[in-house]
């Protein structure tokens, strides 16, 4: 038995998951929000654990500051007896570039290449790195990992990850589709190969991460082969708040139109756009199905939504030559059956056929097709953290 936390530290907080390893249970799991910011008047930091649900309104300077306090809960609350118990850490990075196709273990040089690649995600990669830091010094005896979510869709051939933009800003600046949401693509697929009993190297599948960032992925034998997400995130889908594909002339149109200034522009298409911006009421899918009948907004972003996923979910069975099975997840993919449904009724043309009852499921593994479609769909939730810690033990095991 071995205790692996999965981490991922954002800018300003700390989700956190403990798993008891290789059993892949949960023993704990919590977040600590708005590190090195002023404080309202919530708590800002809950620990679950045992069934019971601690939270508390605490000031925390940094990243350092938040983990000294996470490890001491742990055996205050007796999570563990001692922190030393917990023998590795996984950390969620988002940008890795071209220097990362798989999970690593965070020496100095790794940590350094991920501060070098700031540029390709300002928000995230820094505090990633913070947080790599901060784990390693207050854990300096447990593995520390990285696991990137852009690694997964490093298989994608120049075809698919290159823009038709001159070459030479490949070479020179990195400008290419990276992808993201991978460590959830990866997870999932391969859980469908296992649920559908065939080997993931036989399998042509098509995942959708439909949450509030959302993407869908191609995926030949395993492999992805390729992904809606850009450069950055921003790009493919309409999502909550995120435009997804745009023409490119109309950033600086509606720019000077409105006067805004570089950074005002990035803040409407990252958000202000997508489900927000389309339907004025809400980045949440509920809010929308709940007035889709009486409000046309909220039924157009719904409609552009559900078409944009077809049209790419088209676009990959094309590449794929084919498909076995689609597969939902996330917050909208693993809760939405109405959503779910109009996405796969895009598809009665090629002979997939809704299970209704099946469909009315929520959160739980189960087949989306009825025995008689052509190829099958599949509710999969996705488990970034346990991947996260399957990563870290693989590792240790290498060590
Ligand atoms: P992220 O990780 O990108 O923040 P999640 O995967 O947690 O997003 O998904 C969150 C989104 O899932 C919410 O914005 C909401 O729109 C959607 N969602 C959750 N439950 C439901 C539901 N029952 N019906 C429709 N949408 C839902």
Same mark, same amino acid.
């Given at each position: 038995?071995?205790?692996?936390?999965?981490?991922?530290?954002?800018?300003?907080?700390?989700?956190?998951?403990?798993?008891?390893?290789?059993?892949?249970?949960?023993?704990?799991?919590?977040?600590?929000?708005?590190?090195?910011?002023?404080?309202?008047?919530?708590?800002?930091?809950?620990?679950?654990?045992?069934?019971?649900?601690?939270?508390?309104?605490?000031?925390?300077?940094?990243?350092?500051?938040?983990?000294?306090?996470?490890?001491?809960?742990?055996?205050?609350?007796?999570?563990?007896?001692?922190?030393? @118990?917990?023998?590795? $850490?996984?950390?969620?990075?988002?940008?890795?570039?071209?220097?990362?196709?798989?999970?690593?273990?965070?020496?100095?040089?790794?940590?350094?290449?991920?501060?070098?690649?700031?540029?390709?995600?300002?928000?995230?990669?820094?505090?990633?790195?913070?947080?790599?830091?901060?784990?390693?010094?207050?854990?300096?005896?447990?593995?520390?990992?990285?696991?990137?979510?852009?690694?997964?869709?490093?298989?994608?051939?120049?075809?698919?990850?290159?823009y038709?933009l001159?070459?030479?800003y490949y070479?020179?600046y990195g400008a290419r589709?990276?992808?993201?949401?991978?460590?959830?693509?990866?997870?999932?697929?391969?859980?469908?190969?296992?649920?559908?009993?065939?080997?993931?190297?036989?399998?042509?599948?098509?995942?959708?991460?439909?949450?509030?960032?959302?993407?869908?992925?191609?995926?030949?034998?395993?492999?992805?082969?390729?992904?809606?997400?850009?450069f950055?995130?921003?790009?493919?889908?309409?999502?909550?708040?995120?435009?997804?594909?745009?023409?490119?002339?109309?950033? @600086?149109?509606?720019?000077?139109?409105?006067?805004?200034?570089?950074?005002?522009?990035?803040? $409407?298409?990252?958000?202000?756009?997508?489900? /927000?911006? /389309?339907?004025?009421?809400?980045?949440?899918?509920?809010?929308?199905?709940?007035?889709?009948?009486?409000?046309?907004?909220?039924?157009?972003?719904?409609?552009?939504?559900?078409?944009?996923?077809?049209?790419?979910?088209?676009?990959?069975?094309?590449?794929?030559?084919?498909? @076995?099975?689609?597969?939902?997840?996330?917050?909208?993919?693993?809760?939405?059956?109405?959503?779910?449904?109009?996405?796969?009724?895009?598809?009665?043309?090629?002979?997939?056929?809704?299970?209704?009852?099946?469909?009315?499921?929520?959160?739980?593994? $189960?087949?989306?097709?009825?025995?008689?479609?052509?190829?099958?769909?599949?509710?999969?939730?996705?488990?970034?953290?346990?991947?996260?810690?399957?990563?870290?033990?693989?590792?240790?095991?290498? @060590?």
């Open positions: 038995m071995t205790k692996i936390l999965s981490v991922n530290a954002g800018s300003s907080s700390l989700k956190f998951k403990l798993l008891e390893m290789p059993e892949e249970t949960v023993i704990s799991e919590g977040v600590i929000e708005r590190i090195g910011s002023i404080l309202d008047e919530d708590d800002n930091a809950t620990i679950k654990y045992n069934g019971k649900k601690y939270s508390e309104r605490l000031e925390f300077k940094n990243h350092e500051s938040s983990i000294q306090y996470l490890l001491k809960k742990f055996t205050d609350f007796k999570i563990v007896n001692d922190f030393n @118990d917990i023998k590795g $850490v996984g950390h969620r990075v988002v940008a890795g570039g071209e220097w990362f196709n798989k999970s690593v273990v965070a020496t100095p040089e790794v940590i350094e290449k991920i501060e070098r690649l700031a540029s390709y995600a300002p928000l995230h990669n820094p505090a990633n790195a913070q947080g790599i830091k901060a784990f390693s010094k207050a854990m300096p005896n447990a593995i520390q990992v990285v696991v990137f979510d852009t690694a997964f869709h490093q298989t994608m051939p120049e075809e698919n990850y290159l038709g001159p070459y030479e070479t020179k589709k990276y992808g993201a949401h991978g460590t959830s693509h990866r997870y999932v697929a391969s859980r469908a190969a296992e649920i559908l009993n065939k080997p993931l190297d036989e399998l042509k599948l098509i995942t959708l991460h439909l949450g509030a960032g959302a993407s869908i992925t191609a995926i030949k034998n395993g492999k992805s082969i390729d992904t809606s997400m850009g950055t995130p921003i790009a493919g889908l309409i999502m909550a708040t995120r435009v997804g594909d745009v023409d490119v002339s109309l950033v @600086d149109y509606i720019k000077e139109k409105e006067e805004l200034d570089d950074e005002q522009m990035m803040n $409407v298409l990252n958000n202000k756009s997508g489900l /927000i911006g /389309i339907s004025t009421i809400s980045t949440d899918m509920r809010d929308l199905l709940e007035v889709e009948q009486t409000n046309h907004h909220a039924k157009l972003a719904i409609n552009m939504f559900v078409d944009r996923v077809a049209k790419y979910v088209s676009q990959y069975i094309m590449e794929l030559e084919g498909v @076995d099975a689609i597969i939902f997840t996330a917050g909208i993919g693993e809760n939405s059956s109405p959503i779910r449904e109009k996405i796969m009724n895009k598809f009665n043309y090629l002979g997939l056929k809704v299970d209704k009852e099946n469909n009315a499921k929520r959160g739980e593994e $189960v087949q989306l097709s009825t025995d008689d479609s052509s190829f099958k769909a599949l509710l999969i939730p996705t488990n970034e953290e346990l991947a996260i810690a399957r990563d870290v033990v693989n590792l240790m095991e290498k @060590d």
